[in-house]
């Protein structure tokens, strides 16, 4: 996931989204920016992304820390012309947590309704039930390393499409290790496709790359594309 470009102002998740019935249309968002896929299946497609406030999660290698709070109340539509204006079919919704914000999945039917080819990005902690089945989701599953592998939810992957991607963001061996138990105990490659992640600067890459290689794994090793070229430029 990544950063810059459009909001300010408070976090809305799902046990405070009630406080504001009147709001039915509007998300609390972060940022909306146009910048190149950084990873999946689709990494090198220029993407708008919608990325929303808030999360639930603390991953001690996180680098959108920014998004866990501020951003400003947008309703659909204008969250849609602002997409619109970037003229590319390509949308990918982020975070933070973009679950954590209960009227995520009716954005979601709206863009899929208008036309765009939709991913999401999420944490994996959060239901992905009901999620439209015309959405790729991209669904962490947290290693160790992160401090969060306790809030994975197992549910999630009997709700994963064969469209859908499953990414581990591995920190060393240990992670790499657990990643890998993961992905037989689960018949993950059977499911949908997998991705493998080093943290950028904690794993050298070339690393887990062999350690790919020699285990013959069935799985997608990736970089974060945007960081190569931008390093960490928020809105790139």
């Known amino acids: 996931m990544h950063g810059n470009a459009t909001p300010t102002a408070a ?22 920016f146009h910048s190149l896929q ?11 992304f919608v990325r929303l406030t808030g999360c639930p999660l603390r991953c001690v290698w996180c680098d959108t820390e920014y998004a866990f709070h501020g951003g400003q109340w947008m309703d659909f539509e204008a969250i849609t012309n602002e997409i619109r204006r970037h003229e590319t079919p ?4 982020t975070g933070g947590e973009p679950l954590a914000q209960k009227r995520c999945p009716a954005l979601l039917d709206e863009l899929v309704q208008h036309g765009f080819q939709v991913s999401l990005e999420t944490a994996g902690a959060l239901p992905i039930e009901g999620i ?4 790729k989701i991209i669904m962490d599953l947290k290693a160790p ?17 064969p469209a859908d991607e499953v990414k581990f963001v591995i ?13 037989h105990r689960h018949a993950l490659a059977d499911r949908c496709q997998v991705l493998f992640s080093p943290v950028a600067g904690e794993l050298p890459p070339q690393q887990l790359a062999e350690w790919v290689l020699r285990d013959h794994l069935p799985v997608r090793f990736q970089l974060q594309l945007h960081k190569i070229i931008w390093n960490d430029t928020r809105g790139k």
Do not use: F, M
């Open 11 to 32: 976090n809305e998740t799902q046990s405070d989204s009630a406080r504001v019935p009147t709001r039915h249309r509007q998300l609390k968002i972060s940022e909306i």
């Open 38 to 48: 950084g990873e999946s299946s689709r990494v090198g497609l220029p993407t708008v």
């Open 90 to 93: 390509y949308v990918c919704v």
């Open 132 to 135: 439209n089945p015309a959405v």
């Open 145 to 161: 390393g992160s401090g969060e592998s306790a809030r994975n939810r197992w549910q999630n992957i009997d709700h994963l499409k």
């Open 171 to 183: 920190a060393d061996e240990t992670d790499y290790r657990w990643s890998v138990e993961q992905l």
